[in-house]
DNA sequence: TTGATTGTTACCGG
DNA sequence: TCCGGTAACAATCA
């Protein structure tokens, strides 16, 4: 489920409800139950994003880290609690909003030096706005490797998925194995612009939509409407086939009339 | 029950 | 060192 839209409109959001309060916090699980009791009760003063990670600054505690990875997703609703469904690794409780977290990848506290550990081996996030776009330009112009690899590499740039991955080199008419050196500045740049748009528009519509829509028309169409070739069969552009093949193990799509072989 | 999934990490061989 | 392949893990749904 999650790309870098995702973690950013949930640190969006949950700064909103629960930011500024002090929590209950517990683990149903039973899982994180004693990394819990450390950040119990003290006052949540942010909730950052960067790239797919999640941190909760608390004060007089350990940051909370979190990742979402394939499968993890956070639940929220209104006081009063309800029980909790399937596997909450740890429920926030706060005054008005009760949110749930499940699946994740990582659920973690962490003191300073981890966290600086963490953001360094960590990418620009074209979501931020404090991130150098060159970082990773150095990175893609001096690789051999696929941009289909680099641009979903957390280490290169941080936020993209499999999703973003497939519909930005399409729309930046990249296959998606060429090499990274055999990018353009002027190639880089727009694909860098591409996907802090499509990301920002993510977050905004709480979805992925890369194809043009009307103001507002993204919550009436279908999951399929709002991508180009993402899981398609024919390209929406020359109509010709989407060759479907495996990347580092991650389903890949591209249309090799639009995106030729370098 | 099986398979698939919008992710990451460790490890290994070339 | 870099790059590509593999396995393990996470939770849920069709």
């Known amino acids: 489920m999650p790309e870098g839209h995702t973690i950013h409109r949930a640190a969006r959001d949950q700064t909103r409800w629960i930011a500024g309060e002090t929590l209950a916090i517990s683990s ?14 003290r006052r949540l003063d942010t909730v950052e994003a960067y790239g797919k990670h999640l941190l909760y600054r608390f004060e007089n505690a350990p940051t909370l880290h979190v990742h979402l990875g394939l499968f993890g997703r956070f639940t929220h609703h209104k006081v009063p609690a309800r029980e909790p469904r399937g596997a909450v690794r740890v429920r926030f409780s706060g005054s008005r909003f009760i949110l749930d977290l499940n699946g994740p990848n990582a659920c973690e506290l962490l003191e300073p ?25 150095r990175r893609i112009a001096k690789s051999k ?9 957390q280490a290169v740039m941080a936020g993209v998925g499999n999703i973003y991955r497939t519909e930005i080199l399409w729309r930046q008419r990249l296959h998606p194995e060429t ?9 880089f740049d727009a694909l860098w612009a591409d996907a802090k748009d499509l990301l920002a528009l993510g977050v905004k519509s709480n979805m992925i939509v890369t194809v043009d829509l009307e103001r507002g028309r993204a919550a009436k169409t279908k999951y399929r409407e709002r991508t180009n070739i993402f899981a398609h069969e024919c390209c929406p552009s020359c109509a010709g086939a989407i060759r479907r093949f495996e990347m580092a193990a991650r389903r890949a799509f591209v249309c090799e009339t639009c995106q030729p072989p370098v």
């Open 145 to 153: 490797a696929p941009i289909g690899l680099l641009i979903m590499d």
């Open 179 to 187: 090499p990274g050196a055999a990018l353009s500045r002027q190639a």
């Open 113 to 137: 030096p981890q966290i600086a550990h963490l953001l360094g081996r960590i990418g620009p996030d074209p979501l931020r706005a404090d991130a150098d776009p060159e970082r990773a330009y």
């Open 28 to 41: 149903p699980q039973g899982r994180f139950a004693e990394q819990a009791g450390q950040i119990d009760g």
